[in-house]
C-alpha cells in the first residue's frame, strides 16, 4: 500500500507531495445552518483556526458554541497546496486536520473559545490525540493578527500551569501565523451531523482553567 508507513516527522519542501493547482470540490453551504462554507461572511464576524485532532469531532464542539457562525473542516500549516484526505494521512504533505471557525466576537469572544480549544482535548501529546498517530493530528492555535497571538500565548501559559498541577506534561500545541486553508472534501464538512453514530476521538482532560484567561474588556 503506497500510503502504508507514515512518519511523525513533518515533511521538507523536497520531500513533501506536490499537491495540485484547483482547489478541491467541497459543499457550498453548512449542512447544520446552511451558512456559506466560504463566505462572504457578514460584517464585524471574525476568523479563528484551530487543529485538536481528528477535525469532525472539533468542528462539532465549534458549531454548537453560542455565537459561532459558521464552521468548516480543511487542511493547514502544510506545504502541498490542495491535498486530498488521503494524501493529508500519509504524513507526507505537513498538513494538520484544522476547523476554521467564523464567529462574532459580540456574542463570544476569542478568550472562550480558546477556552474550548483546551478544555476539549490533551494539548501534550506531540503528533497524536488519543489512538489517532500522525502529524495530522497535531494541536494548533493558528492565529490571524497580533491581539489573537497576544490572547492565544497568555492562556496558554495559564494553561499549562493548570496542566501541571494535574500531572501532564508540556504543552506541545502549536502557536502560529495562519497559513493558507485548504477546504476539506465534502464528505469531512460537518461529518458528525450527517453520520451521527460517526467516529470522534475526541476527549478533554478535565482540566478547567480558574484563571480569566482572554477575557475582553
Known sequence: MFFAKKSLDLPTADTALAGRPHALPTAET????????KGPY???LEVAYFAMGCFWGVERIFWQVPGVYVTAVGYQQGITPNATYEEVCSGRTGHTESVLVVFDPKLVSYGDLLKTFWENHDPTQGMRQGNDIGTQYRSGIYVTNDAQAAEAAASRDAYQVELSKQGYGRITSELQPAGPFFFAEDYHQQYLAKNPNGYCGI???????PIGVGVRA
Not at 453548512?30 to 462554507?37: A, C, D, I, K, Y
Not at 476527549?203 to 482553567?209: H, M, S
Open 30 to 37: 453548512h449542512f447544520v445552518n446552511g451558512r456559506p462554507l
Open 42 to 44: 457578514p460584517e464585524g
Open 203 to 209: 476527549g478533554g482532560t478535565g482540566v478547567v482553567c
